[in-house]
């Protein structure tokens, strides 16, 4: 597992424009062709912009934005970024309405993507994203936030509040943020969520124990969740054996 990543997709609040309809004068899809906000500030091009009525991951977004723009945009086996044939790929991600759609299950088989949807409740346990990337990536982002916040050079209101960051001061918060999330914290993170455990189930105890307090079966260990009452080992990565990541080659 190499630990890359896809570029981040950012979603504003606002009136989206119809398809083939050129974007008003004033509105925030005119901003992202022109390339920076009202206030002048660049929106990076490593980024990907969408707008939603309540900045929501809706079908429409999926379809026309993420899609094409992120997802089959991966970097296939031989690393060139939009070739041809999408690399097999897991994609594990909650049950989000827009996910269990017919359009989207359509999509990821065209684009050869396996699709593992986290159980309800599970999802800061299982799911990679949600297990330690999204935590790091938060904090990321509050650093830049909080030094704005407190600049004796951020704008005052009529009311005396600070003003809110522009969308090109956020969008360039979020590409720093994002960069920082390194290859090695993307794998943990992988291994965090038990999706590199070998598929003999040699593993599956420890991992159980350490990320869930229960044992393989799913029974709880005792209240202080001691692992090494239970006579294991902590999970790692698996010495032989395939797993689900060497597998499908993530």
Not at 84 to 100: E, I
Request: net charge neutral; hydrophobic share 35%.
């Amino acid at each position: 597992m190499k630990g890359g990543k896809l570029p981040p997709l950012l979603i504003f609040r606002g009136k989206p424009t119809a398809p083939g309809i050129t974007p008003a004068a004033n509105s925030i899809e005119r901003e992202f062709k022109v390339g920076k906000d009202k206030k002048g500030i660049a929106y990076p091009q490593s980024v990907v912009y969408a707008v939603d009525d309540k900045a929501w991951h809706t079908q429409r977004v999926f379809r026309d934005v993420w899609l094409p723009q992120v997802w089959n945009r991966r970097p296939s086996r031989d690393g060139v970024l939009g070739n041809y044939r999408q690399p097999d790929t897991l994609l594990s991600w909650d049950d989000y309405t827009v996910h269990k759609t017919a359009l989207c299950k359509e999509a990821m088989d065209k684009s050869n993507t396996t699709l593992f949807f986290v159980p309800r409740g599970l999802t800061p346990k299982i799911q990679p994203y949600d297990g330690l990337i999204n935590k790091l990536f938060k904090s990321n982002m509050s650093r830049p936030y909080d030094n704005h916040m407190a600049s004796t050079d951020a704008m005052r209101n009529d009311r005396g509040y600070l003003d809110p960051p522009s969308r090109g001061l956020l969008a360039q918060w979020v590409k720093k943020a994002w960069n920082e999330v390194d290859p090695e914290s993307i794998r943990s993170s992988w291994r965090k969520a038990g999706m590199t455990l070998a598929f003999d189930g040699s593993e599956e105890e420890a991992w159980a124990n350490k990320e869930l307090n229960s044992d393989a079966q799913g029974k709880p260990l005792r209240a202080d969740g001691d692992a090494a009452a239970a006579g294991v080992e902590e999970a790692g990565p698996s010495e032989e054996g395939e797993t689900m990541a060497d597998l499908l080659e993530v």
